[in-house]
């Protein structure tokens, strides 16, 4: 490990109470981590008000936006990076075809029926709603630079990552 040098800031320990005037101190993976909950928590309420799961939302979505309707194992695989744990996607999709929202057709392929788009329509339109709570008073700028931020320093890390 190279000493610290340059313009490198001195990590202090995570303060939930840290002034601005520090804030360039204080680890990104405790901000980060706070802020991936907050949001995580205030998105699947939420939808719980509603009796729909974060991952249902994710099913819909996929199923819906692709070129061509998905099979089953193609909505998993994809999915399952996102989930809680491997089988979590699976049961969702057993879930939607018992809630009448998504079927199989001839070619075992998903597709959302007439309920099912309903569905998503209105869970677009509740993760919209709550975009706009999220983002009251950051710039359409402050976002980007802020995710700009973000995904260099998962390319920092070296793993691969975007």
């Given at each position: 490990m190279t000493p610290l040098t340059g313009n490198t800031t001195d990590q202090a320990p995570a303060d939930p109470a840290a002034t601005d005037d520090v804030l360039a101190t204080q680890p990104i993976g405790y901000w980060s981590g706070l802020a991936h909950e907050a949001v995580t928590r205030h998105l699947r309420d939420a939808m719980a008000r509603i009796d729909v799961t974060q991952p249902q939302y994710w099913v819909l979505n996929r199923v819906n936006g692709g070129p061509a309707a998905p099979s089953r194992e193609e909505v998993v695989v994809q999915l399952t990076p996102l989930a809680d744990g491997p089988y979590e996607i699976a049961r969702v999709i057993d879930q939607l075809v018992h809630r009448g929202w998504l079927r199989?057709?001839?070619?075992?392929?998903?597709?959302?029926?007439?309920?099912g788009e309903a569905a998503r329509v209105r869970l677009r339109e509740l993760v919209t709603e709550l975009r706009t709570v999220l983002?009251?008073?950051?710039?359409d700028e402050?976002?980007?630079?802020?995710?700009?931020v973000l995904r260099r320093m998962i390319a920092n890390t070296g793993d691969g990552a975007p």
């Open positions: 199989t057709d001839d070619g075992q392929r998903l597709r959302l029926t007439e309920a983002h009251e008073g950051i710039s402050e976002y980007t630079a802020a995710l700009k």
